[in-house]
């Protein structure tokens, strides 16, 4: 069994604990009149990617003398494992899918905090949030805390994230909560290469590159850049522009979609609620009768990723006049409500 990673927060300089506020300075009197503003940072997560995003966001907002920041590190129990035995991920595919969330360990706060921003990193599983993340939008703590807050949602992922975005958009909703920005981070790979890498890094925790495939995951400097967000927040957070219900990080290349990926991710959330649905009816988390029918999803999985995906591309690369109109509508709609344009980046530029 791997060790469990470290809390979030031993990332963070200063940090009090495994959760908790970062003490504010006193404000800087060119803030004139304004108080502290409070935000909250909710993390989870495995490989410890996310946090290094997180932490990249959070910097400027630390280092600001009008904000408070508070770090929630998530934990589920049981804990999941870091690298994944095959079966244990297989294991977690139907709950992830379906969005039942696992159980939470008991949390720093109490629901009766006020914040006046709140940044949701998450991760995607099976094309969902991650089962820690969905399990605190469901947790009456969490949903007290997110009531009629401006959500910033920030996702790391392969490529795949449309409709885990749009599962995250209804849990928001179902909080009260309102989405003001998402930040997209995708896999700099080739598709086909990271079929490979990102497999070999769940199961061994090994990223490197090898046989002539690029290292798994995030680069450097995709990392590195995330720091822009963090100084957008606390420059909108100056001029309360979090209380509208407008995005404040446009400008900032904050997703691109690529909208090719849109009918294969929906095949593939179809099959996932059919799959999960059966895994689920056949017995709980851990049970023996879902390992026969694990290992013939797993065979359907691969026929799917080997047939349908390719298929779908292709299709589409040749009805591609037909379906530029529809593709554009989709890229659209998916990269609101902070969108790809880049025309504010001069100004946070290192």
């Known amino acids: 069994m791997s060790q469990a990673l470290p ?47 997180a932490e990249r966001i959070a910097a400027p907002l630390r280092e600001s003398a009008g904000i408070e920041l508070h770090i929630e590190t998530l934990q589920v129990q049981p804990a999941y494992p870091f690298p994944w035995p095959f079966f244990r991920f297989l294991d977690a595919f139907p709950e992830s899918a379906l969005t039942h969330p696992p159980a939470l360990a008991p949390l720093t706060l109490t629901g009766g905090e006020d914040f006046d921003l709140v940044i949701l990193p998450y991760q995607v599983w099976f094309l969902a949030p991650s089962p820690p993340v969905t399990a605190f939008l469901r947790h009456p703590v969490g949903r007290r ?41 995708v896999d700099p790979g080739p598709t086909l290469a990271t079929f490979i890498t990102t497999p070999r890094w769940m199961f061994t925790g090994r990223r490197g590159a090898f046989w002539g495939l690029p290292p798994a995951g995030l680069s450097d400097g995709q990392i590195a850049a995330t720091r ?20 404040v990080l446009t400008g900032l290349g904050a997703v691109n ?60 690369a040749l009805l ?17 409500p902070s969108g790809s344009a880049t025309d504010r980046l001069p100004l946070y530029e290192d």
């Open 7 to 53: 809390p979030y927060s031993q990332h963070l300089p200063h940090a009090p604990g495994a959760s908790g506020a970062l003490p504010a300075a006193s404000l800087d009197p060119s803030a004139g009149a304004h108080r502290v503003k409070r935000v909250l940072v909710l993390m989870y997560s495995q490989s410890g990617q996310l946090a290094r995003v």
């Open 145 to 185: 805390l997110l009531h009629g807050k401006p959500v910033v949602t920030v996702i790391a992922c392969r490529n795949m994230w449309l409709q885990a975005q749009e599962k995250m958009k209804g849990l928001l909703a179902s909080c009260g909560a309102r989405l003001i920005d998402n930040v997209v981070l």
């Open 228 to 247: 822009r967000f963090g100084l957008g927040l606390r420059d909108a957070l100056a001029r309360d522009a979090e209380r509208s219900n407008a995005p």
């Open 257 to 316: 979609v690529d909208p090719k990926l849109y009918i294969s991710e929906k095949v593939g959330t179809r099959s996932f609620f059919v799959w999960g649905s059966l895994l689920r009816a056949a017995g709980p988390p851990g049970s023996p009768q879902r390992v026969p029918l694990l290992a013939i999803y797993v065979a359907f999985l691969v026929v799917m990723i080997v047939t349908i995906v390719p298929l779908s591309l292709a299709l589409q």
């Open 320 to 336: 591609r006049p037909v379906l530029r109109p529809w593709l554009g509508r989709i890229k659209h709609q998916f990269e609101m």
